[in-house]
């Protein structure tokens, strides 16, 4: 096989391996949907914002404590509810809440982004 | 390695934004691609250049599209690759997922087998749609906010 051939070997090597990752991360993430809740060094409870989605999207927690939404996406996201709007979150910020009142939200700029807190 | 990071710290802070720049370009790429090729091809009269001439454009923009497609890809696998839903995010990462497949095969026959294959055509167009499919499924709802 001369140089040329191997070259284009590799390329198409790197090709097959874009196909096939783009499957495999899906399949991963779908194993990953149900973590547990996580609490930050605060004792807040953490949401993460990360591909394109609220995780956990719905949230249990006692009323007075703090939901801590930690954008580790690569876009700037908001929380949007009736009662709240963190404005922009750039990717590394976040953002904190103390719970009273259960309710919904959204991001703005990722309408399909949808989150529910509820409050035991 | 925080190849996200990186590219968030390249781009100001504007991935997104480069992300879609990018697309465009390959998308309005992948288009000329087509036109080049059907005309060295011989299946049109246009453009009005010569079918060598067809050719070393359609080179010369597959060498600039690929590469962008790649890094543009990379940042997706890297970064927000994942969700199954809604249904616009599942269809991005199945026409991501095909798009290299059939590049896959397309360099195979061309470069390694180093044939001239009746189904490089067919393979070409399917590229182009491919293309158009991921632009349609990430660059619109981007533009139109939806």
Known sequence: ?120 | MDITGFFTDLTGGNLLLWKVVATTVVFALAGVQVFMAARFWGVNATPRISSDAAARVHRFNGRVALPLAVVVALTCLAGPAGPTSPTRVLLHSIFGAALFGVLAAKFTILRVLRRGDRWLPYLGSALFLLFGGLWATSVFQYVTGG
């Open chain 1, 1 to 120: 096989m001369t140089g040329g051939r191997v070259l284009w070997a590799v390329i198409v090597a790197l090709f097959v391996g874009f196909a096939v990752a783009g499957p495999v991360i899906m399949v991963r993430d779908a194993a990953r949907a149900d973590q547990p809740v996580t609490t930050a060094p605060g004792g807040e409870i953490v949401v993460v914002m990360t591909d394109l989605q609220f995780r956990p999207a719905t949230l249990q927690v006692p009323a007075g404590a703090t939901v801590l939404w930690s954008n580790q996406d690569v876009a700037p996201h908001t929380v949007t509810s009736a009662s709240e709007d963190s404005g922009f979150i750039d990717p590394g910020a976040s953002f904190t809440v103390t719970v009273d009142e259960p309710f919904a939200y959204a991001c703005t700029l990722h309408p399909s982004m949808t989150g529910v807190i509820e409050v035991t």
